[in-house]
């Protein structure tokens, strides 16, 4: 049997672990890539290639999300996988990418006239081709995920980040404007499709189209619809504050989002990679599964909400250092969206939860909640333009925290009460990380250099939470948290 086929529950601990490791190494990577190829992009673009570049994004995500069909989701879940459903799976996967990246380039001067901009029409004919990529790619990636092989997803991760922010700094450095974006775009997906079958190869076979890759097919459903709500959630203000106030105003709003929800793709993403097809392995047993959760969820908090709450207070130090003082305005959007990343850090572990134990109609009725939720907060806050968009974004994930780990831990031994006793000293923590971050910019701090400042506020919290880490775990820490039973 291919080596992307076998899964196993023996030494399931031993190699979640390495698996965590591995990926979280490879967002790690990309995010130090990403980061940097940041601080120089945003001082060699303006606001407004950003904004131009922003308008075009949520339509391409969109189709690649809608091209995946939930089947990458089905596969990560599924206990038994044969190679002959998996290349069914494929052929559909790739006819869908190929289908969409069609109709994004029959829609391309749709979207142009849409925003009254010509330069949104030729990215979107470019950006086509990522559509088709993705098609091909989604299951391979599926199935190495499935198979918790991440140093395949490493070697992929390190090649795409590396080349594609390369190219990008070398386009913009010559005057290539909102193009230098696009090829960052189109080469990473890329590289990355090119590593990770070459590392890997597995060629799908003849397609088996029986019972059970049916009911995958049908479980996809779910998940589709739960990805693609979730797609909307994600791109819609960025298409309504194009649509209302043009590449202007969504110029900064994009580059404050992309600076708040970086580091939550590299602690919720690489987790959730691993974590979904871990827990699914122990559906069966619920009182491991609880523990294993409880645990999770302790683990993400920790990590997200001491930085993430304290970015409220030095979140203009942020945007000044990285980003350059012409992006002024981004800084007040992104001291709205800090909070927001703590809640989705923890609240993420709910579709988790949900994904693990093959409840994904469950997953998309939840899901259409909170998307309505957060397009009705979007639409309230509009009139006041990229404020009032993060505003109601702020305001939608407070409201639906709560009964969202409500409605994920029914029918489990989890009580909401076990998931508060797993989050509350992380709160307590954060609370502490933004009293001292609050004392140092407006005390100790407040005439210093912004550079020197942001340095000695990100060092105090990151003491902070190595002297809680020790406080909570002892001093091998780590290890006890992923070997308790």
């Not at 070697?155 to 090829?183: D, E, K, M």
Request: some cysteine; aromatic content about 12%.
């Amino acid at each position: 049997m291919h080596i992307l086929f076998q899964t196993s529950t023996e030494r399931l601990k031993h190699r979640a672990q390495r698996a965590s490791i591995l990926n979280l190494s490879a967002r790690g990577i990309d995010f130090t890539f990403q980061f940097v190829s940041l601080i120089v992009l945003a001082r060699l673009l303006t606001p407004a290639d950003y904004g131009v570049f922003a308008m075009v994004m949520p339509f391409v995500w969109f189709l690649i999300t809608f091209g995946d069909l939930g089947l990458a989701s089905a596969v990560l879940q599924q206990p038994d996988l044969t190679e002959r459903q998996a290349s069914a799976i494929f052929q559909v996967n790739a006819l869908a990418g190929i289908s969409f990246a069609g109709l994004l380039l029959l829609g391309s001067p749709l979207i142009g006239l849409f925003y009254g901009d010509p330069r949104v029409t030729h990215i979107s004919v470019i950006l086509s081709l990522v559509v088709v990529v993705s098609g091909l790619t989604a299951v391979q990636q599926a199935l190495l995920r499935r198979a918790l092989l991440f140093e395949v997803l490493l070697r992929a991760q390190i090649a795409s980040s590396a080349t594609s922010s390369v190219v990008a700094i070398i386009l913009a450095w010559n005057g290539a404007g909102y193009w230098a974006l696009v090829a960052r775009t189109l080469v990473d997906p890329l590289i990355y499709s090119i590593v990770a079958w070459v590392s890997a190869p597995w060629w799908p076979r003849h397609a088996d189209w029986g019972d059970a890759t049916k009911t995958l097919l049908r479980l996809g459903r779910y998940y589709l619809g739960s990805t693609i709500l979730y797609s909307i959630t994600r791109q819609a203000d960025s298409i309504l504050i194009g649509w209302r106030f043009g590449s202007a105003e969504l110029g900064p709003y994009a580059l404050a989002y992309r600076l708040f929800f970086l580091p939550i793709q590299q602690i919720t993403w690489p987790l959730g990679h691993v974590m979904v097809p871990t827990l699914s392995r122990l559906r069966d047993d619920p009182d491991r599964l609880k523990r294993w959760y409880l645990k999770l969820l302790r683990l993400v908090t920790f990590a997200a909400f001491p930085p993430f709450f304290s970015l409220v207070i030095f979140a203009d130090d942020v945007v000044r250092v990285v980003v350059g003082p012409q992006w002024g305005t981004a800084a007040e959007i992104l001291r709205l969206l800090a909070p927001v990343g703590a809640v989705l850090t923890a609240y993420s572990t709910c579709d988790w939860l949900l994904r693990a134990r093959g409840l994904a109609d469950r997953s998309f009725r939840w899901t259409v909640v909170s998307t309505s939720v957060c397009l009705l907060s979007y639409i309230l806050g509009l009139p006041w333009g990229a404020i009032g968009v993060a505003s109601g974004l702020a305001v939608a994930n407070l409201i639906l925290i709560l009964p969202g780990f409500m409605y994920a831990i029914k029918g489990t031994t989890i009580q909401l009460t076990d998931s508060v006793r797993a989050v509350l000293p992380c709160v307590a923590l954060a609370l502490f990380a933004v009293g001292a971050a609050w004392v140092l910019k407006h005390h100790i701090a407040a005439d210093w250099h912004p550079i020197t400042r942001l340095l000695t506020i990100s060092g105090t919290i990151a003491l902070i939470m190595a002297c809680g880490w020790t406080f909570l775990y002892g001093r091998s820490g780590f290890t006890k948290l992923l070997n308790s039973p």
